[in-house]
Structure formats: C-alpha cells, structure tokens
C-alpha cells in the first residue's frame, strides 16, 4: 500500500484538485485507491461522493475522523491524502514514517511562492527528511505557460529544495471535472489527453519514488 499526502502551508494552490485527479488516474490504471479527506470543507470526500458508476470507484474517508487508517480495506493499493489548508511541517512530522511521498502543490504567484519556498525549507529540517526516506516533489499548479511571469516563476520552483516534477497548466476544466466527480483520465478527448500528458510526469515520478 502506497500512501502520498498533497499538502501545503498555502490555502487555494489546488490541493483538492491535485489529490482527486491522482486519485482518479491510479483508480483507471487499475489500482484499489482511498482518497482520504483531512481537510474540514471536506471537497475531496465530496467528489468521491459525486463519483459515477461509470467509472471506476474510489474510496473517500472522512480523515477528520483520527480512525480511518483502520477503515482502510486489506486490499487498498494506493492511498491519496489531502490536508488541510495551512498545513505546517510540525503537523506532518508523526506521520512522515508512513508516507511514500509528499506532492506539494506551488501556484505561480509571489505570495504562493513565498509561503511555499518557507514551507519546503520547514520540511528540510525534519529529521525523517534529512535521512532521505521520504520522497517530496513540487507541482507547479494552474500554469500559463505561454506568460513570462509563469515562466519566472517555474525557475523559482526549480530552485526549491525539492525537485519540480509537475507542470499542470490552468484550466476551467478541472472546475468541471470536481462537479463531476471525474479527472482527466476518466474522458479520452484529445483535450483530456493533452492534459493527461501534464501529468505523466509526475506518475512517473511517484512511480520511481516508491520504496
């Protein structure tokens, strides 16, 4: 069982959004998947809600709940847990042993990069992250690629203690897809491919940072 946490010390840079969409692509690859819902507006849990028969399932858990590591089935493959807004280092600490990965999603924006440069460097200097047992990648979030101040900030993010190992680009689409209780990986339109295509890297980064 593969348990990544999205998580960041900066409310609205996506982590609802990064959370469903990985969610949603490991459970179209086939794999048994929770998304568990620390967050109290609780946006996660409700899009596993929406989720349609359809597609295929995942598991939503009320993470507010401290007992919903034991209402994990036996058969789980991949856990995706979303925190709450204003998550700081200290919070995460306990639990670093049981992660595989942490996904820090970073919005292109001074504020955002700011409060996520001080995020990353609070994660530096936890002991379990000195050791290097824990993988932890930055995605950059609702990116204008075609726009000097995203192409500013990507080198910003690149010079984060951390590896840059996603570049996800705006799109009213995810808005959409949250309603739905979809990702991008439920739909095989060219416009969903192309968006696909922004997230293989970090797939495949997950993917080589299993332990």
């Not at 858990?61 to 807004?85: M, N």
């Not at 670093?96 to 609070?122: C, K, M, N, Y």
Request: one cysteine or more.
């Amino acid at each position: 069982m593969r348990k990544v946490l999205v998580a960041s010390s900066k409310g609205g840079c996506g982590k609802s959004t990064v959370a469903t969409q990985l969610a949603a692509a490991w459970a179209q690859a086939g794999k048994h998947t929770a998304l568990v819902d620390l967050d109290p507006q609780q946006s996660s849990f409700q899009w596993c809600r929406r989720r349609p028969p359809s597609v295929p399932g995942v598991l939503g858990l009320e993470g507010t709940r401290r007992s919903w590591a034991a209402r994990l089935p036996a058969d789980t493959q991949r856990v995706v847990i979303d925190a709450p807004a204003g998550t700081q280092p200290e919070d995460i600490e306990p639990s670093l042993e049981a992660l595989d990965a942490i996904l820090v999603p970073v919005l292109p924006s001074p504020f955002d990069l700011e409060a996520s440069e001080r995020f990353l460097q609070g994660l530096v200097a936890l002991a379990a992250v000195r050791r290097g047992r824990l993988a932890i990648g930055v995605v950059g979030n609702r990116l204008k690629p075609w726009t000097s101040a995203t192409q500013s900030a990507l080198e910003q993010m690149r010079r984060f203690p951390f590896p840059l190992v996603g570049e996800l680009r705006d799109s009213s689409g995810y808005a959409m897809l949250a309603g739905l209780g979809k990702g991008v990986f439920d739909f095989q339109s060219e416009q969903a491919r192309s968006h696909q295509d922004d997230w293989a890297p970090v797939l495949r980064w997950l993917k080589r940072s299993s332990r």
